[in-house]
């Protein structure tokens, strides 16, 4: 029952004006007693400020994630990723695949990490681009792939869920450019790599493919192996691992609501413990 008046109140809140739903939004904070307020931006995007920082989101109903502020949110998601778990060194590089709209370069800041964010969706990737790169095109607007070349994209940007590998109840089918992380950290001329964060919806099997000889690079490896490749909507903990232990990984963390895995390089473990 909460599951259904929930989606009802998603649905009423995508459908009202603009010049209905964010005064009431606003007025609704204010009487709950919190700082945040929202405002709408060109595109359909959204402003929320938390009274301390400011975040650009795509789709309106999700800026409730932060009524307990910003920070709170972004340190909340990168423990779902394991990340809070981690002793990160300051300099390295976090490279952030299904980046969204890039909340964890909120988290990779606060850690003193470089932050390169891959996001196809156009509206996703220049949120992120407002949230990070102050609003200069910094996000490659493309998809992680074992190879260098053009594919399908199922997008259903609402639920975060578009993927390269066919979805159930997707909105619209577009043709996006898709690399693969080695020749990007070839061509950026990267050295190494603090953590690198997998979220591919259910491609992450192909993305890390695509990785063989940056992998050796990494440090950690964070991936989301949930139940969202395809259709049928599997996981990927078995691919995932059979490519992360062949490369020298050992698993560190897990998360099994979000069913992550963060994976660190036994090799480089070694080496900083000598």
């Not at 929930?6 to 649905?11: A, F, N, S």
């Not at 009202?16 to 060109?42: C, D, E, H, W």
């Not at 903990?237 to 990984?249: A, I």
């Amino acid at each position: 029952m909460k599951a259904v008046i929930r989606d009802i109140k998603q649905g009423i809140a995508q459908v009202m004006p603009p010049a209905i739903y964010f005064p009431f939004a606003n007025a609704k904070n204010t009487v709950q007693g919190r700082r945040q307020r929202v405002r709408p931006l060109s595109d359909g995007l959204v402003e929320v400020f938390d009274g301390q920082q400011t975040i650009c989101i795509s789709q309106r109903i999700r800026h409730t994630r932060y009524k307990r502020g910003i920070a709170t949110w972004t340190d909340f998601l990168a423990s779902q990723y394991n990340l809070n778990k981690l002793q990160v060194r300051p300099g390295g590089v976090f490279i952030d695949c299904g980046a969204n709209v890039g909340e964890l370069g909120y988290w990779a800041r606060s850690k003193q990490l470089q932050y390169h964010a891959f996001e196809p969706e156009t509206r996703e990737a220049n949120c992120c681009d407002l949230n990070n790169f102050g609003g200069q095109p910094g996000t490659n607007r493309m998809g992680l792939w074992y190879e260098s070349t053009e594919l399908k994209f199922y997008s259903k940007p609402e639920s975060a869920d578009s993927s390269f590998i066919e979805i159930a109840d997707y909105h619209q089918v577009k043709t996006i450019k898709v690399t693969t992380l080695d020749q990007y950290v070839r061509e950026k001329g990267i050295q190494s790599i603090e953590v690198f964060k997998v979220e591919a919806e259910g491609a992450e099997p192909e993305v890390l493919q695509g990785a063989r000889q940056t992998l050796p690079l990494c440090r950690f490896v964070t991936v989301d192996c949930g139940r969202e490749r395809g259709i049928e909507a599997q996981d990927t903990v078995r691919d995932v691992c059979n490519v992360m232990y062949q490369y020298g990984f050992r698993m560190a963390e897990s998360d099994m609501i979000r069913l992550s895995l963060l994976f660190e390089n036994r090799a480089q473990a070694e080496r900083l413990a000598a």
